[in-house]
């Protein structure tokens, strides 16, 4: 926990030091997961694949300021994608190789499985951004929303892919340390892109297009790099929940799924991805805490939004973290790490 | 194109019609590096239709305008202002969630040496850049007095700071020509005064040419060498501020004429 905790501070002072303090505990937690029960362990790899879909989103809706209704689009080509790869052309092209869901083939190959589903969603992503970011507010929700039903209605009536009753029998590669890890390798590019000078643009392009344009700033390039980006992540979340529940349908990419995450990213603090990635792991568990409730899930988080539209607690907890933060290193290093960062 | 190679900003003939309304009719001028010119007018002259014109917001309708001898016609903004223009804007327009050290970074970005692979990697080459950024950035609000408010949200300074504060990040994407759209509006005598110091220090300091519209003719009587005269979408006059305050044409377009009726204008 302590571990965990220092990461998290360590991705806000020292990214690059988040980052493999991260994927150590990524690993970590796959060699410890022996002793977990099932459930535990489903339990986590769906609160790092929701970090990495609220996390991405962030991008979009909190850095850039677009919105965006078809994240759950984009998780859908990456997860039919992969499952397409790993289900038929690997077995096909590779058939002396053992493919089962432990197998060393099928995790190694896992990688670069992932980075083809990615590149497929942002592929996707520049499809629909590209002609779309053009418009603004009302808009552009809109032509993401037609592009989400069009990717679910297209899924439904392809046969190669199951249609609408969907795939099964996807080999269970996903583990603890490839879901954590993806958590975390997420969460790094986007603090260490939100922190640089370049990152900059998202923020100037939400903040006041007009002027980010006088200033020289490639408002379009902006709007669309985000979406892109964000799209990627999304594709690579929709690869890891497919080989982690080993059955994708249509239905399970549809609006609803999409709204989630706008939830987390709300509830996170639009443009926080720290804030983001507590409310996709609160969520997740808040999820499985209101599992009886089925229907009434939905009332739930309505509410929950708008209590904390009135309360807005990101705000109250916001300066309390950094001060944290920036309180951390001369804790755990003596008084050794107190020079200041540069502002952000 | 290359008769008026010594000019950094050229406007030909440029109009600018909505429908049968038209904002500026025939309007050329030009500025020399390094120059100060003012552009006055009465309320509704085309002085922001002008600024619209020069900075991409709005195509001409006819005419053509060269910076430095390209062309800018057609471009869209941020193309323009990276052939070194950079502006301020009348209604202040900082990015209000950056604190004041961040919005004048993102006059850097369009120069950027690294793009979005080498912001996530924060390679040597990337922290070495964005060293010298964070440098350069600081010594400019040091230069303008506002480093102490480096990490304060921009929207939290007062009024006059970000005036000053939008001055400084129009200067940081260092602009041949800038354009400074009312920088003394809504500011009191004593912040008026700051003002015209800090127009002449980016001048001599800088040698940056300045383009500014300003209602306040103290001001822009004071600093500017030249100045512009618009009324109803054309050129009047143009000339020395003494010239300018004895022309018959800007006292008639300012207090209005006497006794000719339906004038031919």
Known sequence: MTLSFSALSAFSTKPRLGLAAGLLIAALLQVCSAGLDPYTTQVMIFAAINVILAVSLNLVMGETGQFSLCHAAFMAVGAYTSAMITGKALPSILPHFQWTGSSWASQISFLPVLLCAGLTAALAGLIVGGPSLRLRGDYLAMVTLGFGEIIRVLLQNTNVVGGARGMEGILPVTNLFWAVGGAVVTLYTMMALVRSTYGKGFHAVRDDEIAAAAMGIDTTSFKITAFVIGAFFAGIAGSLYAHAVEFISPEGFNFLRSFEIIVMVILGGMGRPVGVAVAAILVTLLNEWLRDLSGYRMVVYALIIILFMILRPGERLAPWWRQLVSRLPSLTRGSAGTKPEIPS | ?265
Do not use: W
């Not at chain 2, 619209?52 to 193309?79: D, K, M």
């Not at chain 2, 009312?182 to 800090?198: T, V, W």
């Not at chain 2, 519209?213 to 005269?229: N, Q, S, Y």
């Open chain 2, 1 to 265: 194109m290359s008769s008026m190679e010594s000019a950094l900003l050229d406007v030909r003939n440029c109009s600018l019609r909505f429908g049968g309304l038209s904002a500026l009719s025939d309007v050329s001028l030009t500025i020399n590096p390094g120059e100060l010119v003012g552009l006055i007018g009465p309320n509704g002259a085309g002085k922001t239709s002008l600024f619209n014109i020069l900075t991409g917001v709005y195509q001409p309708t006819s005419g053509e305008i060269l910076i430095e001898g390209r062309r800018s016609a057609g471009l869209p903004p941020h193309l323009i202002s990276r052939l070194g223009m950079a502006r301020t804007f009348q209604n202040i327009r900082l990015f209000g969630s950056l604190n004041v050290g961040m919005n004048v970074r993102t006059s850097f970005i369009a120069r950027l040496h690294h793009g979005l692979i080498r912001s996530v990697r924060r390679g040597r080459t990337f922290r070495a850049e964005e060293d010298r950024i964070s440098k350069e950035a600081g010594r400019l609000l040091a230069y303008f007095g506002l480093e102490e408010a480096a990490t304060r949200p921009s929207r939290s300074l007062p009024y006059g700071d970000q005036r000053r504060l939008e001055i400084v990040r129009a200067l940081a994407a260092k602009p041949r020509l800038l354009l400074l759209d009312e920088p003394a509006a809504g500011m009191n005598p004593s912040e008026k005064d700051q003002l015209r110091l800090l127009i002449a220090r980016i001048r001599t300091e800088f040698g940056t040419a300045i383009l500014l519209v300003e209602h306040d003719m103290k001001v822009v009587m004071g600093i500017c060498e030249r100045l512009i005269v618009l009324d109803q979408g054309r050129v009047i006059a143009s000339g020395t501020p003494a010239e300018i305050r004895a022309n018959p044409k800007v006292i008639a377009a300012y207090l209005g004429e006497p006794n000719k009726k339906g004038a031919d204008r």
